[in-house]
Each structure stands twice: as C-alpha cells, then as structure tokens.
Antibody, heavy 121, light 107 residues
Framework: EVQLVESGGGLVQPGRSLRLSCAASGFTFDDFAMHWVRQAPGKGLEWVSGIGWNSGSLGYADSVKGRFTISRDNAKNSLYLQMNSLRAEDMALYYC??????????????WGQGTMVTVSS | IQLTQSPSFLSASVGDRVTITCRASQGIDSYLAWYQQKPGKAPKLLIYAASTLQSGVPSRFSGSGSGTEFTLTISSLQPEDFATYYCQQLNSYPQLTFGPGTKVDIK
C-alpha cells in the first residue's frame, strides 16, 4: 500500500524550532519529488516547500524562505522539514505529499494525513 | 501567480451538474490540478494537466481549459461529492499556489 506518514508535530513556543518527518512506503521513494503543504485551521491549502528526487531543485514559499529547510534521505525513504524561528502564523496541519513525477510537477498524487503544529506561548 | 476560484460557495442537489472556475493571474499552459478535500481528510487528486482524470476517479469529474481559465465539472453530483475543491497551478516552481477553494454543499 502506498503510504505517507507524518510525525514530529506538537506545541512549540514562538521563536523555537521543530523538525517534521514523513515516512514513505509502497513506492520507489527516490523516483519522485516530494513536497510539504500546510493548512491553517479553517483555511485553505498553502504549498510550503518542495525537493527533487536527488535533493536538488529545492523550493520554498516566500512565507517560510530563510526559516524552513526541506531535506530527504532516500536510504530511509524519509522526507523532513526543519522549521526554525516559528511564528504564530506557522500554526497549521502540515501534509507531506508525493509528486506524480519530478520537477516541474504535474500534481501531488499521494498525501499523508498530516501532523499538527501549534505555535503558542 | 495568483489563482481565484468562483464561486467560493455552491449549494447544489444530488444529480445537478456543477461547474467550478479557476482563473490564473497569468498564463500557466495546462499546469493545473484539481483536488477534493472532505472535512478531516487529506486532499485527493482528481484532475492533472488541466484535463487528465486521475486513475480511480469517477468519470463524472472532468476538467478543461488552458492558459488562464480552467473549469472543473461534475456531470451529476453524488452524495459523496459534497466537499471543498481546490485548484493548484504548477507552472511556476518554486512558487506553487493553490486557489482559495470552493465549498460544495447540499441544497
């Protein structure tokens, strides 16, 4: 079964850091680009960051550029998002999503169930 | 690239034909995808490349358009189709954007 499972979310104070992980299974992980997408409570979807199959082609939304770092470990079939200097507006459900192919992307065909990040003092 | 969707909210009955429009602030060729999201669930891919139906998605869903104007059509609305629908442009990596969403509700 093709599956993405996110972990690492939680409650964090403003200005602190958090690292999200996404474990992939059921497909050849290193054949595809991967992405993080977030959704604030009651709001729409926001693309956060993407990474090519070989850890190239890194991309970030302007809202997180310079604070978040995406990475992957193909040997562990895992995707990561290091989030630094967290702000209240970063509070959201963070989804890991598989690209249909490489970059440029056609669409995101597999999504995890998300991990919630709460930023509050 | 900014995306707008219309309407933002739509009330419809089972069996209705429903059309949702997505407009891009500049041309994106056919790099557009449509997703369905139900409450508490992850988004599900319906359409990619503007008009290609994702495997396993019912044929009552269809997409069309290119450039700056796109449509998602549900030919005969079913009870399981009540959800929020998002378009996404993938032409301008690394600045990928989603539309604000269209909520389809039961009349």
């Amino acid at each position: 079964e093709v599956q993405l499972v996110e972990s690492g979310g939680g409650l964090v104070q403003p200005g602190r850091s958090l690292r999200l992980s996404c474990a992939a299974s059921g497909f050849t992980f290193d054949d595809f680009a991967m992405h993080w997408v977030r959704q604030a409570p009651g709001k729409g979807l926001e693309w956060v960051s993407g990474i090519g199959w070989n850890s190239g082609s890194l991309g970030y939304a302007d809202s997180v550029k310079g604070r978040f770092t995406i990475s992957r470990d193909n040997a562990k079939n895992s995707l990561y998002l290091q989030m630094n200097s967290l702000r209240a507006e970063d509070m959201a459900l963070y989804y890991c999503a598989k690209d249909m192919s490489g970059l440029p992307s056609l669409a995101f065909d597999i999504w995890g169930q998300g991990t919630m990040v709460t930023v509050s003092s | 690239i900014q995306l707008t969707q219309s309407p933002s909210f739509l009330s419809a009955s089972v069996g209705d034909r429903v059309t949702i429009t997505c407009r891009a602030s500049q041309g994106i060729d056919s790099y557009l995808a449509w997703y369905q999201q139900k409450p508490g669930k992850a988004p599900k891919l319906l359409i990619y490349a503007a008009s290609t139906l994702q495997s396993g998605v019912p044929s009552r869903f269809s997409g069309s358009g290119s450039g700056t104007e796109f449509t998602l059509t549900i030919s005969s609305l079913q009870p399981e189709d009540f959800a929020t629908y998002y378009c996404q442009q993938l032409n301008s990596y690394p600045q990928l954007t989603f539309g604000p969403g269209t909520k389809v509700d039961i009349k």
